[in-house]
C-alpha cells in the first residue's frame, strides 16, 4: 500500500497572464488559477549565481545560526513557493496536506512543469515558511519531477541482493581523477549494505561505448551507476555524459544516444547520474535535461545533478541513498532520505539541493520482492532472513519495456526445489484520466435500459490505469506455471488449445481471477472503473459510440461460434482504446452485486463474501436480446465460483 498521496500540479504557459498552473489531481480536489512569475529576470539570474556560487564552497565555511548560503535558499525557495501555491491552489494544497495527516500519510508533490524556462530551475528549493521547511527534506513532502509520458512501469519483483551496475566515464588526461580511490569510496560508503546481501556493485570494464555495450548483454541490471562528466551542450539544446570512443579518446554522448545505449534493458529501473549537469535543462526544451530525456525513453527513475557535487556529498547520497532503497522505501522517498544525510553531515552545505530526480512511475516503487507473502513496508533484509526459494535476479536501471510500448512484470515464482528466474508478464496499460462520467442507463435515451442500471449517477473517479485487453491464456499461463494454481478446464494435459494463445481465458472463476491479480501485483476494476473505461464521459451506450453492434465491432451472437483473439475488433474500441469491451467474453469485476445508486464497499473485494460478483462487457453465444447484453451499462450477477467457457477477466494496475 502508497504511503502518500498525491498532489499533482501542472504548469503551462499562458499567452497573456504568464502562467497557468493547474491542479489536476489532489486530494482535496482540482482548480486551477493564473499567475505571474514573482521575480525578475535580471533579480533571478543574480540569486542563480549567488546559488551556484554558494554550491562552488560548500563545506568550507564556519557554522553560524543562519549562514548566508541557507537564507539565500529560503528566499529562492520562498518565491518558488510562492509562485506554484497563490489562492486556490495554494487552499488546496493545504487542505490535501491536512487530509494526508488525519489519513496517517504522507503527500506527494508530483511537478509538471511543461514551460521550459521553468523546468531548468531548482524547483528543489521549494521552501514553505508555515511549516519552516524545505519540502524536498521531509518525507511528509516529498518531490519529484513527473513526466506522464508513457504507461507507468510497475515495480520489478526481484530478490536481493539488487545488482548495481557501475559505470565510469572516460576521464581526460589533464584532469587527475583517480579511479582506484572512487571505486575504493564507493564501495566502502556501501560496504555494510553488500555484508548485509543487500546491494552487489559490478564495475563495468574500461570507459568506451562499446565495452558498455558489451558488459550490458551480460544483465539484467537492476541499477546503471554513471560516475563521470557531464555537460550540456548549448548548440544541441541537450545534456550530455563523456564516454570514450574506440580509441579511447573522449567523446560526448547526447542524453538521447545514451539512452539509446541503455534501450532493451528490460529490468532496469533507475539511473543514477553523479555528473554535473545531468539535470540541468534547457529554456527552450521541457526534456532538455539528461535525467529528462532518459524520462522520455521509458526510464521509471533518473537521479541527476543539477551542479557539481562534492566527493563528500556525493558519498554520502550514496550510502544514504542506497539503503533507504535496500529498505524498500519508494524512490522519491529514498532520495529525500539521502537529501536529509548530505544536509545533516556538513551542516552548513547547501548541496542537498543538487540531486534531481525525475520520475514516470506513479507512486516510486521500482523494486519488490518475488516471493510469496511479501509485504509492502517490510524491508529486503527482514524478507531476506524470512527464507525464501527465489533465485537472485541483478538489477538495472531504466524502464520496464524502454521503449515505452508496454509493460513487463517479472511475476512471483513458484516455490520449488529448483529455483528459476521469474517470468515476464506483458501488460498494455492504458490511462483513464480523473473526472466525472454517466453509470448506469436512462431510459429516455436507452430502450434497453434494464432496472438493475438505474437510476443513471454522475460519478468522479480519480485517475487510474487498466489493460486494454482481456488476459489471455498466454498470459495465464505464466501464472499457472509459476504457481500451480488449477488449470482451466479446456486445457488439455496443461497445454493452451491450439491456437488460442491470444484468446481470453476463460474457465476462471472469481477466485482465480483474484488469485492472478495477487500474483501479478495487480487488481480486478472496480464496476465504475470497467464502465468509464468501457464508454468514457459522454454515456454512449456501447464501446465505439450508439450505432447498432455488427460482426465488425464485436464477438457476439454466436457470429464466430467462439472466442477471438483480444486484438480483433479495433473498430469495437473504446473511447479510450480499450478493446474486447463488447463481446467475446464476460469480465469479472471486483464489485458486489447491489442495487444502485453505485456505492463503494470495503468487501467488494473480499473473498470471504460468496455474494454474486458483478461482470461486465457481454459475450459471443447467441442471446434472446440480440444487443442488450453488449450494452456498456449491461450488468451479469455471477456467483464468485462460477466458471464458463465465456467469462473472463481483465486487470487494473494497483
Same mark, same amino acid.
Given at each position: 500500500?502508497?504511503?502518500?498521496?498525491?498532489?499533482?500540479?501542472?504548469?503551462?504557459?499562458?499567452?497573456?497572464?504568464?502562467?497557468?498552473?493547474?491542479?489536476?489531481?489532489?486530494?482535496?480536489?482540482?482548480?486551477?488559477?493564473? #499567475?505571474?512569475?514573482?521575480?525578475?529576470?535580471?533579480?533571478?539570474?543574480?540569486?542563480?549565481?549567488?546559488?551556484?556560487?554558494?554550491?562552488?564552497?560548500?563545506?568550507?565555511?564556519?557554522?553560524?545560526?543562519?549562514?548566508?548560503?541557507?537564507?539565500?535558499?529560503?528566499?529562492? !525557495?520562498?518565491a518558488?513557493?510562492?509562485?506554484?501555491?497563490?489562492?486556490?491552489?495554494?487552499?488546496?494544497?493545504?487542505?490535501?496536506?491536512?487530509?494526508?495527516?488525519q489519513?496517517?500519510?504522507?503527500?506527494?508533490?508530483?511537478?509538471?512543469?511543461?514551460?521550459?524556462?521553468?523546468?531548468a530551475?531548482?524547483?528543489?528549493?521549494?521552501?514553505?515558511?508555515?511549516?519552516?521547511?524545505?519540502?524536498?527534506?521531509?518525507?511528509?513532502?516529498?518531490?519529484?519531477?513527473?513526466?506522464?509520458?508513457?504507461?507507468?512501469?510497475?515495480?520489478?519483483?526481484?530478490?536481493?541482493?539488487?545488482?548495481?551496475?557501475?559505470?565510469?566515464?572516460?576521464?581526460?588526461?589533464?584532469?587527475?581523477?583517480?579511479?582506484?580511490?572512487?571505486?575504493?569510496?564507493?564501495?566502502?560508503?556501501?560496504?555494510?549494505?553488500?555484508?548485509?546481501?543487500?546491494?552487489?556493485?559490478?564495475?563495468?570494464?574500461?570507459?568506451?561505448?562499446?565495452?558498455?555495450?558489451?558488459?550490458?548483454?551480460?544483465?539484467?541490471?537492476?541499477?546503471?551507476?554513471?560516475?563521470?562528466?557531464?555537460?550540456?551542450?548549448?548548440?544541441?539544446?541537450?545534456?550530455?555524459?563523456?564516454?570514450?570512443? !574506440?580509441?579511447?579518446?573522449?567523446?560526448?554522448?547526447?542524453?538521447?544516444?545514451?539512452?539509446?545505449?541503455?534501450?532493451?534493458? %528490460? #529490468?532496469?529501473?533507475?539511473?543514477?547520474?553523479?555528473?554535473?549537469?545531468?539535470?540541468?535543462?534547457?529554456?527552450?526544451?521541457?526534456?532538455?535535461?539528461?535525467?529528462?530525456?532518459?524520462?522520455?525513453?521509458?526510464?521509471?527513475?533518473?537521479?541527476?545533478?543539477?551542479?557539481?557535487?562534492?566527493?563528500?556529498?556525493?558519498?554520502?547520497?550514496?550510502?544514504?541513498?542506497?539503503?533507504?532503497?535496500? =529498505?524498500?522505501?519508494?524512490?522519491?522517498? /529514498?532520495?529525500?532520505?539521502?537529501?536529509?544525510?548530505?544536509?545533516?553531515?556538513?551542516?552548513?552545505?547547501?548541496?542537498?539541493?543538487?540531486?534531481?530526480?525525475?520520475?514516470?512511475?506513479?507512486?516510486?516503487?521500482?523494486?519488490?520482492?518475488?516471493?510469496?507473502?511479501?509485504?509492502?513496508?517490510?524491508?529486503?533484509?527482514?524478507?531476506a532472513?524470512?527464507?525464501?526459494?527465489?533465485?537472485?535476479?541483478?538489477?538495472?536501471?531504466?524502464?520496464?519495456? &524502454?521503449?515505452?510500448?508496454?509493460?513487463?512484470? /517479472?511475476?512471483?515464482?513458484?516455490?520449488?526445489a529448483?529455483?528459476?528466474?521469474?517470468?515476464?508478464?506483458?501488460?498494455?496499460?492504458?490511462?483513464?484520466?480523473p473526472?466525472?462520467?454517466?453509470?448506469?442507463?436512462?431510459?429516455a435515451?436507452?430502450?434497453?435500459?434494464?432496472?438493475?442500471?438505474?437510476?443513471?449517477?454522475?460519478?468522479?473517479?480519480?485517475?487510474?490505469?487498466?489493460?486494454?485487453?482481456? $488476459?489471455?491464456?498466454?498470459?495465464?499461463?505464466?501464472?499457472?506455471?509459476?504457481?500451480?494454481?488449477r488449470?482451466?478446464?479446456?486445457?488439455?494435459?496443461g497445454?493452451?488449445?491450439?491456437?488460442?494463445?491470444?484468446?481470453?481465458? $476463460?474457465?476462471?472463476?472469481w477466485?482465480?481471477?483474484?488469485?492472478?491479480?495477487?500474483?501479478?501485483? $495487480?487488481?480486478?476494476?472496480?464496476?465504475?472503473?470497467?464502465?468509464?473505461?468501457?464508454?468514457?464521459?459522454?454515456?454512449?451506450?456501447?464501446?465505439? !459510440?450508439?450505432?447498432?453492434?455488427?460482426r465488425?465491432?464485436?464477438? &457476439?451472437?454466436?457470429?464466430?461460434?467462439d472466442t477471438?483473439?483480444?486484438?480483433?475488433?479495433?473498430?469495437?474500441?473504446?473511447?479510450?482504446?480499450?478493446?474486447?469491451?463488447?463481446?467475446?467474453?464476460?469480465?469479472w469485476?471486483?464489485?458486489?452485486?447491489?442495487p444502485?445508486?453505485?456505492?463503494?464497499?470495503?468487501?467488494?473485494?473480499? %473473498?470471504?463474501?460468496?455474494?454474486?460478483?458483478?461482470a461486465? !462487457?457481454?459475450?459471443?453465444?447467441?442471446?434472446? =436480446?440480440?444487443?442488450?447484453?453488449?450494452?456498456?451499462?449491461?450488468?451479469?450477477?455471477?456467483?464468485?465460483? &462460477?466458471?464458463?467457457?465465456?467469462?473472463?477477466?481483465?486487470?487494473?494496475?494497483?
Amino acid at each position: 500500500m502508497d504511503t502518500h498521496l498525491d498532489f499533482e500540479l501542472e504548469v503551462t504557459v499562458h499567452p497573456d497572464q504568464g502562467y497557468r498552473i493547474a491542479v489536476i489531481h489532489a486530494p482535496a480536489g482540482e482548480g486551477a488559477i493564473l #499567475a505571474r512569475f514573482p521575480l525578475a529576470p535580471e533579480r533571478l539570474a543574480a540569486l542563480l549565481k549567488d546559488l551556484r556560487i554558494a554550491l562552488l564552497r560548500a563545506g568550507g565555511r564556519r557554522r553560524v545560526m543562519v549562514t548566508p548560503e541557507e537564507a539565500l535558499l529560503q528566499t529562492l !525557495g520562498q518565491a518558488f513557493f510562492d509562485f506554484l501555491f497563490p489562492g486556490e491552489v495554494g487552499q488546496l494544497y493545504r487542505a490535501s496536506r491536512g487530509m494526508a495527516a488525519q489519513q496517517g500519510q504522507g503527500l506527494r508533490l508530483k511537478l509538471r512543469l511543461q514551460a521550459p524556462e521553468l523546468a531548468a530551475l531548482p524547483w528543489e528549493l521549494l521552501y514553505d515558511s508555515r511549516q519552516g521547511e524545505h519540502l524536498a527534506l521531509s518525507t511528509r513532502t516529498p518531490l519529484v519531477r513527473y513526466l506522464p509520458v508513457a504507461h507507468p512501469p510497475q515495480p520489478l519483483l526481484v530478490q536481493p541482493p539488487l545488482q548495481i551496475l557501475v559505470v565510469v566515464g572516460h576521464i581526460p588526461r589533464d584532469q587527475t581523477v583517480d579511479v582506484a580511490q572512487e571505486r575504493a569510496r564507493m564501495e566502502a560508503a556501501l560496504a555494510e549494505l553488500r555484508q548485509r546481501g543487500l546491494v552487489a556493485l559490478t564495475w563495468a570494464q574500461g570507459q568506451s561505448w562499446r565495452e558498455l555495450q558489451r558488459t550490458l548483454r551480460q544483465g539484467p541490471w537492476h541499477v546503471v551507476h554513471f560516475i563521470g562528466h557531464g555537460g550540456f551542450h548549448q548548440d544541441r539544446g541537450e545534456g550530455a555524459v563523456l564516454l570514450a570512443d !574506440g580509441q579511447g579518446q573522449g567523446r560526448w554522448f547526447t542524453a538521447t544516444q545514451f539512452g539509446r545505449l541503455l534501450a532493451d534493458q %528490460r #529490468a532496469l529501473r533507475l539511473i543514477l547520474l553523479n555528473a554535473c549537469e545531468g539535470g540541468r535543462g534547457s529554456s527552450q526544451d521541457v526534456f532538455a535535461s539528461t535525467g529528462a530525456t532518459l524520462v522520455r525513453r521509458g526510464a521509471p527513475a533518473v537521479i541527476s545533478m543539477q551542479h557539481e557535487i562534492s566527493d563528500q556529498a556525493a558519498l554520502e547520497f550514496t550510502r544514504a541513498f542506497y539503503e533507504a532503497l535496500a =529498505d524498500a522505501l519508494p524512490v522519491d522517498l /529514498a532520495v529525500t532520505e539521502a537529501r536529509k544525510a548530505i544536509s545533516l553531515l556538513a551542516p552548513d552545505s547547501v548541496e542537498w539541493v543538487t540531486p534531481v530526480l525525475h520520475m514516470r512511475s506513479p507512486d516510486g516503487r521500482l523494486f519488490e520482492l518475488a516471493r510469496a507473502g511479501h509485504r509492502r513496508g517490510l524491508s529486503w533484509e527482514a524478507q531476506a532472513r524470512a527464507g525464501s526459494a527465489m533465485a537472485p535476479v541483478k538489477v538495472q536501471a531504466l524502464s520496464g519495456t &524502454f521503449s515505452g510500448a508496454s509493460l513487463r512484470t /517479472a511475476p512471483p515464482l513458484r516455490q520449488s526445489a529448483r529455483p528459476t528466474q521469474p517470468l515476464l508478464l506483458e501488460l498494455d496499460w492504458v490511462a483513464i484520466p480523473p473526472g466525472e462520467f454517466l453509470m448506469g442507463s436512462d431510459p429516455a435515451r436507452d430502450p434497453k435500459a434494464k432496472a438493475e442500471e438505474q437510476p443513471q449517477q454522475s460519478v468522479f473517479l480519480p485517475r487510474f490505469h487498466m489493460a486494454r485487453t482481456p $488476459v489471455t491464456n498466454a498470459q495465464y499461463k505464466l501464472f499457472v506455471d509459476a504457481t500451480h494454481h488449477r488449470l482451466p478446464e479446456h486445457w488439455i494435459n496443461g497445454a493452451i488449445p491450439p491456437g488460442k494463445e491470444d484468446h481470453p481465458v $476463460v474457465y476462471v472463476s472469481w477466485y482465480d481471477a483474484l488469485a492472478f491479480c495477487e500474483w501479478a501485483g $495487480v487488481r480486478l476494476p472496480e464496476e465504475p472503473e470497467w464502465e468509464k473505461a468501457a464508454r468514457g464521459e459522454d454515456g454512449r451506450l456501447y464501446p465505439w !459510440g450508439d450505432g447498432l453492434p455488427d460482426r465488425n465491432r464485436c464477438n &457476439f451472437n454466436n457470429n464466430e461460434g467462439d472466442t477471438t483473439p483480444v486484438t480483433r475488433y479495433p473498430a469495437g474500441a473504446s473511447p479510450y482504446g480499450l478493446l474486447d469491451m463488447a463481446g467475446n467474453v464476460l469480465e469479472w469485476t471486483g464489485s458486489l452485486f447491489l442495487p444502485y445508486p453505485y456505492q463503494r464497499r470495503f468487501e467488494h473485494q473480499d %473473498r470471504r463474501s460468496e455474494q454474486p460478483r458483478v461482470a461486465r !462487457g457481454g459475450a459471443y453465444p447467441r442471446h434472446p =436480446d440480440l444487443v442488450w447484453h453488449v450494452r456498456c451499462a449491461g450488468r451479469f450477477p455471477l456467483e464468485p465460483g &462460477f466458471r464458463s467457457p465465456w467469462v473472463g477477466f481483465r486487470v487494473v494496475l494497483k
